[in-house]
């Protein structure tokens, strides 16, 4: 079992920044991967960061969808369990429910195609 609890979110205004938190429990050491995605109104759920877990020689380090790229960073606090979002220069298109996530598979990590998952907390940017 896998459990995800994600904080942290809010308003903000354009240019400013938020720091997500994602409490993490049970399997998390099992699996290949923790990330996070965002679905604004409207829209798909779109992956946004991604940090694999453990070594592997193909997959490591972490990831970001090319609108987020110099301005978020993924973190993970294994020490703690805590998976974080620093979100700095935000944008309004940036709003949106962001969830927490993880995968047990390193393919499906490297494709967005996770499996468990948070409820989410909502980011609000205003412009």
């Known amino acids: 079992q896998v459990e995800l609890a994600e904080s942290g979110g809010g308003s903000v205004q354009a240019g400013g920044s938020l720091r997500l938190s994602c409490a993490l429990g049970?399997?998390?050491?099992?699996?290949?991967?923790l990330g996070w995605f965002r679905q604004a109104p409207g829209k798909e759920r779109e992956g946004v960061a991604g940090?694999?877990?453990?070594?592997?020689?193909?997959?490591?380090?972490?990831y970001y969808t090319d609108s987020v790229k110099g301005r978020f960073t993924i973190t993970d606090d294994a020490a703690n369990n805590v998976l974080y979002l620093q979100m700095n220069n935000l944008k309004f298109e940036d709003s949106g429910v962001y969830y927490c996530?993880?995968?047990?598979?390193?393919?499906?990590?490297?494709?967005?195609?996770?499996?468990?998952w948070g409820q989410g907390t909502s980011v609000t940017v205003s412009s």
């Open positions: 996530a993880t995968e047990m598979s390193r393919v499906r990590c490297s494709t967005w195609n996770y499996g468990y």
């Open positions: 049970g399997l998390i050491s099992s699996m290949g991967c």
């Open positions: 940090i694999y877990i453990g070594d592997s020689v193909t997959y490591s380090g972490d």
